[in-house]
């Protein structure tokens, strides 16, 4: 079956760092990529998708490349926010899943000033 | 605005004692789909919904019934709750119209306590 992972953290930066949180897949045929992202207290958000292989998804200065060679949808900023704090996850979705997202089990990302 | 809201956000209950969690979006979307979000499991769909009267269970739809008599409404019902139902519930939507690529939108989530 599909399943997702994602290096499980916590992570923790000072402002102005660069971060990578790690994400690999196992999925059938061509799967959809996605990072949500979860602040304190809130339900998820998307923060960005790729569809299709070579895909760069950005948002926020965030990104993440779909690489179907490696099975990995890495998500990357050049200078993290504390207002970045956050957990994220990793998903994948395609067509015949049910709508089912599948979800890796989440970074916790904590940025210090 | 665009949103799914889902009520009640809190909620503390014993064993056995029924309850519904409501969740509502104003997008007209076709798909809607109920999780549970436990600690180092990530999120598990439990119930998802197709459209008006279509409706099909996740990976973990033990203890939990689901209905959609509305398109905007798809409330999830615990009828004996037992504590390993414990847990941040979140309900989702999308339209449907793609479903390769969908983006799903979800609630705020209700963290649920049973004792």
């Not at chain 1, 060679?69 to 998500?75: D, N, V």
């Not at chain 1, 970045?84 to 940025?111: E, I, M, P, Q």
């Not at chain 2, 979800?106 to 306590?113: E, I, V």
């Amino acid at each position: 079956g599909d399943s997702v992972t994602q290096m499980e953290g916590p992570v923790t930066l000072s402002e102005e760092a660069f971060l990578t949180i790690n994400c690999t897949y196992t999925a059938t045929g061509y799967p959809s990529l996605f990072w949500y992202v979860q602040y304190p207290g809130e339900g998820l958000q998307l923060l960005l998708k790729a569809t299709k292989a070579d895909d760069k998804g950005s948002n926020k200065g965030f990104e993440a490349t779909y690489r179907k060679e490696t099975t990995s949808f890495h998500l990357e900023k050049g200078s993290v926010q504390v207002s970045d704090s956050a957990v994220y996850f990793c998903a994948l979705y395609h067509r015949g899943s049910n709508y089912k997202l599948t979800f890796g089990k989440g970074t916790l990302l904590t940025v210090n000033p | 605005e665009a949103q799914v809201t889902q009520n009640p956000r809190y909620l503390i209950t014993v064993t056995g004692k029924k309850l519904t969690v409501t969740c509502s979006q104003n997008m007209n979307h076709e798909y809607m789909s109920w999780y549970r979000q436990d600690p180092g499991l990530g999120l598990r769909q439990i119930y998802y919904s197709m459209n008006v009267e279509v409706t099909d269970k996740g990976d973990v739809p033990e203890g939990y019934k689901v209905s959609r008599k509305e398109k905007r409404n798809f409330p999830l019902i615990l009828e004996s709750p037992s504590p390993n139902q414990t847990s941040l519930y979140f309900c989702a939507s999308s339209s449907g119209r793609d479903r390769g690529s969908d983006t799903q939108y979800f609630g705020p989530g209700t963290r649920l306590t049973v004792l």
